[in-house]
């Protein structure tokens, strides 16, 4: 019980800094637009207003997490999808952005004012390996070739605002889309995909951190005969 309690410690530090809100209270500074702000504030008034916001989204998602009971169990899909669960349960209650969410903002404010196709593709292409995204399928080599076959059509580059000639590349990414079985229908499927595949991550993130601080603490003396608890039976909500 000793052994606990004093994990107990290490684990508020992990859980504030790691997995669990790291990215779930992550709001971007465009999101607090001026049409956002009332008119007059000062700048000083205006960040105030963002710490107050911010802190107030921050301890609306720490209370769900305080009430539902999360498993630090990566391998049992049933315990990664409860996890999922009160994330997204967390995301609704505080405003938050899905990842989904987080990823189309990024696309929108990255790619603001890119003129050229192939400019916006490679942007795209940058935007998905700094958020650790795969191309599993190879979308995006199957994108610049379509690109490639429609500029060397017309000759030049394909600009975004030229609709005659996008209409040509939107058939070509249909084509790529019915190859790769990729439906439109199917996007809320493949975003919860997504959010699974990251609550797992985030839930091996935790077990790891966990896994470290009790071994930390064990190599202490007075720890050194206790045995280890499994990692399965620590409630998180005794850690916030």
Excluded: C, H, W
């Excluded at 391998?75 to 505080?94: C, F, G, I, L």
Aim: aromatic share 6%; proline share 3%.
């Amino acid at each position: 019980m000793a052994f606990s309690t004093r994990l107990l410690y290490k684990s508020r530090q992990l859980y504030g800094n790691q997995a669990v809100l790291r990215q779930e209270v992550a709001i971007p500074v465009r999101f607090y637009s001026k049409e956002a702000s009332p008119p007059g504030l000062k700048g000083d008034e205006i960040l105030k207003n963002i710490f107050v916001e911010v802190k107030n989204k921050f301890e609306t998602a720490l209370g769900i997490f305080r009430k539902e009971k999360i498993t630090i169990d990566p391998d049992d899909p049933a315990a990664v999808s409860q996890y999922a669960n009160v994330m997204k349960t967390a995301r609704e209650k505080a405003g938050l952005f899905s990842e989904s969410q987080r990823i189309k903002y990024t696309i929108e404010t990255r790619t603001q004012g890119i003129q050229d196709v192939r400019t916006y593709l490679l942007t795209l292409k940058e935007i998905r390996s700094k958020r650790g995204l795969t191309d599993e399928l190879g979308a995006e080599a199957m994108m610049m070739g379509a690109l490639d076959k429609v500029e060397k059509e017309i000759k030049k580059p394909l600009m975004r605002d030229d609709k005659k000639s996008m209409a040509l590349l939107t058939a070509e990414f249909d084509k790529i889309n019915k190859k790769l079985g990729i439906r439109k229908e199917d996007l809320p499927k493949y975003e919860e995909q997504l959010e699974l595949k990251i609550a797992k991550a985030q839930l091996e993130e935790l077990k790891k951190d966990a896994l470290e601080a009790m071994e930390t603490q064990k190599k202490r003396e007075e720890f050194k005969d206790e045995a280890m608890p499994d990692v399965k039976s620590l409630d998180i909500r005794n850690f916030i």
